[in-house]
């Protein structure tokens, strides 16, 4: 029998799952094999021949379905890439300048989705949410721009840790110009605490507002792991290191600490929101009670002070920079 030659060939495609496919194909089956008639059967040559086209075909095939995959993969990419709106973590005003020129002079800075931390999240080690920290930097860029005249905080989010709303309400009102947080969706807990740095909070009508208040619950799992034979082994130092393991029933004393420091938390809360709306601490207080309202009703409560859009934003800038030429440097028109 002949010896043939092996061809090999490979497609590597950069595709979501990284198509790595490999075709071995003997060379005889290509045309390149040395052949040596048959003595005995007169349709050897059609048989070879068939053999060459169905290798021929196959290769073909594996090939055109490698070109499509990485093809579709890549579209998908791209796509994905276009359609999504820049993270709060990517964008800097430097980004929009540098495709848009230097036309805008209200920054835009994003309170949104998930939930709020102290730190980026990729620090905190969380699945999902997002750091005060990166919205504080963005903030402190604005400040430092002398073609920025103003700041939007567009507010969307049910909040989360009230450091975090404290860093970002300290920032707006060090940014040293004229601040509007719009809560255009929800702007809840630590997310309305961050809007009162602000100057101005202007809400759409159906918006959700305020949801003051703090809490440190959790599930207690001691009854379960009970009925399934666990027992919690407690080493620690210190009376209260293991309060709030859900493994464990809380002590009186541990729960009696616990709602301590949650009231003492909540009387801070509120009174740093009173001083930023220039609100009695009576008046914030009474609204303090963990419910969120709609916008209609926040406005008549002093939480927020407009209801609107972003055309009613706009306009509020134009007031305050004595200007018609307001430009909003909006981190989702900048492309990927």
């Known amino acids: 029998m002949a010896r043939g030659n092996t061809l090999?060939?490979?497609?590597?495609?950069?595709?979501i799952n990284h198509l790595h496919l490999s075709f071995l194909v003997d060379a005889h089956s290509m045309g390149g094999m040395e052949h040596t008639p048959s003595t005995n059967c007169s349709c050897g040559g059609h048989r070879h021949?068939?053999?060459r086209m169905v290798m021929k075909l196959v290769y073909i095939v594996v090939l055109a379905v490698a070109v499509y995959t990485v093809g579709a993969g890549l579209i998908k990419k791209y796509v994905h890439e276009?359609?999504?709106?820049?993270?709060?973590?990517s964008y800097t005003l430097q980004t929009y300048k540098d495709q848009y020129g230097d036309e805008c002079n209200v920054?835009?800075?994003?309170?949104?989705?998930d939930e709020l931390y102290a730190?980026?999240?990729?620090?905190?080690?969380?699945?999902?949410?997002?750091?005060?920290?990166v919205?504080?930097?963005q903030i402190e860029q604005a400040k430092e721009d002398p073609q920025i005249k103003g700041l939007l905080l567009e507010v969307d989010s049910p909040g989360g840790s009230p450091?975090?709303?404290e860093m970002i309400s300290k920032a707006l009102k060090a940014l040293g110009k004229p601040s509007a947080a719009y809560i255009y969706d929800m702007g809840d807990s630590a997310a309305y605490f961050?809007?009162?740095g602000a100057t101005t909070i202007i809400a759409s009508p159906f918006s959700s507002v305020g949801d003051i208040g703090v809490t440190s619950s959790f599930v207690d799992y001691s009854g379960s792991n009970a009925k399934a034979g666990n027992t919690f082994e407690q080493i620690s130092s210190g009376k209260y290191k293991d309060a709030g393991n859900p493994d464990k029933p809380l002590t009186a004393d541990e729960l009696t600490l616990l709602q301590k420091n949650v009231d003492e938390e909540y009387q801070t809360l509120v009174d740093e929101i009173a001083s930023n709306r220039h609100l009695s601490t009576s008046t914030v207080t009474a609204l303090a009670d963990g419910a969120a309202i709609p916008g209609s009703e926040a406005i008549m409560k002093g939480l927020v002070d407009q209801l609107g859009d972003l055309t009613t934003v706009t306009a509020w800038f134009n007031k305050q920079l004595h200007t018609d030429d307001v430009v909003l440097c909006d981190p989702n028109q900048v492309d990927q």
Do not use: C
Not at 10 to 15: K, P
């Open 119 to 133: 730190t980026d999240v990729a620090q905190a080690g969380a699945s999902s949410g997002y750091g005060a920290d």
């Open 163 to 165: 450091v975090g709303g």
């Open 194 to 196: 961050a809007a009162t």
């Open 82 to 89: 276009i359609a999504s709106p820049v993270s709060n973590k």
């Open 135 to 137: 919205i504080v930097s």
């Open 8 to 15: 090999a060939f490979f497609i590597q495609g950069q595709s």
């Open 49 to 51: 021949w068939f053999h």
């Open 107 to 113: 920054a835009v800075v994003r309170l949104e989705n």
